[in-house]
């Protein structure tokens, strides 16, 4: 699935942490002498991951289609466990049994005013080999749709999102009974059959602009990297936000083969009407027959027909029926036991079913992660001993929603929440700029990571490389400001679609998800065409940000299993709670100013006023202005929040020439034990308001935007929603959870401050 993360993060204030700068030979967690044994290992792992080993890697993975259930995708699996064996480590495979639906019945045709049947079909082309496999392709479709045969009228809703039906009524267009058609992008694409089932549409097609991944931005595919004509977007259509992701019918237990499973008709994450992908192609007709009110501005595409919103002119009849089958995935996971603390684990994964062929997503990053596991085996060789266990993980049945790294870690959920002190993913790799992002405890160690990884085409740091981008692209002086004074570059929060979720979310295991991008337009995004030929003539061609991604998360690896302190850093997480906290008392105050502004001017008569008598337009309804709420508890707590981790930071660097000190084992044991449990803090066993799977407090995905994180969810939520006293009791329940984590940091402190 894709990573979503714009490469500049949105900056508020920030405040320079540079109080307790580290010297810049010790590596933080490490004592100095130790300090300098694990550079030289990190030095040596730097220097094995080769750019034709990936090549190869990728030419087999994605040499014939690879979804769940398939046979190369089995293939792949023994494949990946017997390289992972060939390297030296202990690898096997676990099997899961997990819902699939595959298409039987797609059906999309115009029967009013003319007739158009849509084509719902790839072509193969001549130039590209692979993209002529038929036999083994998965028809375009989205994956738990509802089976469906509705017949309606056709409305266009921008991204269909909930803001364009609030335009859509300002219109005055209704889509009761109505089939929509969405554009792809700017939300996970089962929000969309989501908030038009809402408002009481009986259908969805989605389909893909060439505005967002087509001609308008570069050339099609074959001559270019881009969406063409026919070139459909498949994926999930899961309601897995306001439910949970994984199999449908086992949430939140592994499903393994005797598992109780839920009848198919009460699986909360299916769709609630049938929904179907297109191509611009198979949309063109449709969308240039509707009649109605012109789109607004923003909402126009780049196909040269007038886009209207409809209603009228253009009836459609679409029919979804799938095969609702009970298919295996299967996860490879390799473990390297820790020779001093065991129990400790560092965990690391790549999924590496796709769509179809999958070179760029996901094979991209799984060659990536083959080749580290290639290095660590070298190194293991050489006498290096992990101080801690690693396990590699290669997950089956992400695409379908993450199915194989949910049952994996809700099967094995007791031992995780014991053990894993951290969880690297990555989804893909192109050209371009380290993307960061993560849990805040990890920012400053990500951050140092970064510094000591060499970009491959500009010979800077990949730390300097995109700070000096970001400098060049802020928006304000503040932002510029801030990213040449703050210490690290800010962290993205993460949010969904990829297999870090059931691992943060769930469990409240720290997290993070990294990869190169920003350099590669691509329109080949869950198609036949995302293959070897595309990759090898678009994207990261040399394999050399391939070698630079496995050097990163490499290094992080190696750095996270050796330290003698878990490297966690507290004082960036502290203010990033300070800078949500701010965010949120905008959020209400902005929102009580807008309402009570738009009241003015219904009261004032301006919206009729400003309209043109011939095209009318419905004013908004009149709304209560926000209450005022007591954010009180939450600053109290992030300011206590604060002083801990500046202890902490104090009592860490004061600490460090004692670390290696063998007299002080036991006491380095409660001390990482106690920091393992500073991520756990931060959940919930409630869950989140109305989705009881989400548990972490900070970070999860948006109820209306899927991939996207919304930070503080259970307030900013409660804000955005209009649910005001929900919004109040979630901010006490959040400061309580930051309450606990400054007690295990004092704990912490208490802890290094008694080293020997
Ligand atoms: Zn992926």
């Not at 072509?123 to 998965?138: G, V």
């Not at 309601?239 to 083969?257: E, I, Q, R, Y």
């Not at 909402?299 to 029926?321: D, E, F, N, S």
């Not at 302190?565 to 997480?573: I, S």
Request: glycine letters at 8%.
């Amino acid at each position: 699935m894709r990573r979503v993360s714009a490469l500049l993060l949105t900056f508020a204030m920030g405040f320079p942490f540079s109080l307790f700068a580290e010297t810049p030979d010790s590596l933080r967690g490490f004592s100095p002498s130790s300090s300098k044994t694990q550079r030289d290992w990190e030095n040596k792992f730097r220097g094995i991951p080769q750019p034709n080993n990936m090549r190869e890697y990728m030419r087999r993975l994605s040499a014939r289609p690879h979804h769940v259930g398939s046979p190369y995708d089995k293939e792949n699996a023994e494949w990946i466990l017997a390289k992972f064996k060939e390297f030296g480590l202990d690898a096997h495979i676990e099997t899961f049994d997990v819902l699939f639906p595959t298409p039987k019945v797609r059906l999309v045709e115009m029967i009013e005013p003319t007739k158009f049947t849509a084509k719902l079909d790839e072509p193969a082309i001549a130039t590209d080999p692979t993209s002529s496999q038929k036999s083994e392709q998965l028809p375009t479709y989205n994956a738990y749709s509802i089976d469906g045969d509705v017949t309606g009228p056709l409305v266009f809703v921008n991204y269909g999102l909930p803001k364009d039906y609030e335009e859509l009524e300002r219109l005055g267009v209704s889509v009761k009974g109505a089939i929509v058609i969405a554009k792809y992008g700017n939300s996970w694409r089962g929000i969309k059959p989501k908030v038009a089932a809402e408002h009481g549409a009986i259908g969805c097609l989605i389909y893909s602009e060439p505005k967002d991944d087509g001609y308008f931005e570069e050339s099609v595919f074959p001559e270019g990297p881009m969406r063409n004509a026919q070139g459909v977007q498949r994926g999930s259509a899961m309601d897995f936000p306001s439910s949970n992701p994984g199999d449908p019918l086992t949430p939140g237990v592994g499903a393994t083969k005797d598992a109780k499973r839920l009848d198919i008709k009460n699986a909360a994450s299916i769709t609630k009407i049938p929904v179907l992908p297109i191509s611009y192609g198979d949309a063109q007709p449709l969308l240039a027959a509707l009649k109605g009110p012109v789109a607004p501005e923003s909402w126009r595409g780049a196909l040269a027909i007038t886009y209207r919103v409809g209603p009228g002119a253009a009836k459609v009849h679409m029919k979804v029926q799938s095969n609702w089958d009970i298919k295996p995935v299967n996860d490879i996971v390799a473990r390297i036991p820790g020779a001093v603390t065991p129990d400790e684990w560092i965990v690391r994964g790549n999924h590496h079913d796709a769509w179809v062929n999958g070179a760029e997503d996901p094979t991209s990053g799984q060659v990536v992660l083959l080749e580290e596991a290639r290095a660590l085996g070298e190194l293991l060789k050489q006498g290096w001993k992990p101080r801690r266990t690693i396990i590699y993980c290669a997950w089956d049945g992400e695409e379908p929603m993450l199915l194989g790294s949910t049952e994996w870690v809700e099967a094995h959920a007791d031992e995780l929440r014991k053990h894993a002190a951290v969880y690297i993913n990555t989804d893909g790799n192109d050209r371009g700029f380290l993307n960061l992002e993560g849990s805040h405890s990890l920012e400053r160690f990500m951050n140092d990571v970064a510094r000591d990884i060499h970009d491959p085409e500009t010979g800077l740091s990949v730390w300097k490389r995109r700070q000096l981008a970001e400098i060049h692209e802020a928006k304000s002086a503040e932002d510029r400001s801030e990213l040449r004074q703050r210490k690290d570059m800010r962290m993205g929060a993460l949010g969904s679609g990829t297999d870090y979720t059931a691992f943060v979310d769930h469990l409240g295991i720290a997290g993070l998800n990294l990869g190169f991008e920003g350099e590669t337009p691509q329109g080949i995004y869950h198609s036949i065409y995302d293959d070897f030929y595309w990759y090898t003539h678009f994207s990261d061609t040399e394999f050399v940000y391939g070698r630079a991604l496995a050097q990163t998360v490499g290094t992080a690896v190696l750095r996270m299993a050796d330290a003698e302190v878990l490297p966690y850093e507290f004082g960036n997480l502290a203010d990033t709670v300070q800078k949500y906290n701010k965010e949120l008392q905008k959020l209400l105050k902005d929102k009580q100013e807008e309402i009570k502004e738009q009241n003015q001017q219904l009261e004032d008569g301006a919206y009729k006023a400003a309209d043109d008598p011939r095209k009318p337009t419905v004013p908004p309804k009149r709304k209560d202005v926000p209450p005022y709420l007591n954010f009180a508890p939450l600053q109290n707590s992030a300011d206590t929040l604060t002083r801990s981790a500046e202890r902490y930071e104090k009592a860490f660097a004061a600490a460090q020439a004692k670390v290696s000190n063998e007299a002080n084992a036991a006491l380095l044991n409660d001390l990482n034990n106690q920091l393992i449990e500073t991520e756990r803090a931060l959940i919930n066993d409630a869950g989140l308001p109305r989705r009881s799977w989400y548990k972490h407090l900070l970070y999860a995905p948006g109820v209306y935007t899927g991939y996207q994180p919304k930070t503080v969810p259970g307030v900013r939520e409660g804000i955005e929603q209009d649910r005001y006293s929900e919004a109040e009791q979630e901010i006490v329940r959040v400061s309580k959870a930051l309450q606990d984590e400054s007690a295990i940091l004092d704990k912490a402190t208490g802890i290094l401050e008694s080293l020997k």
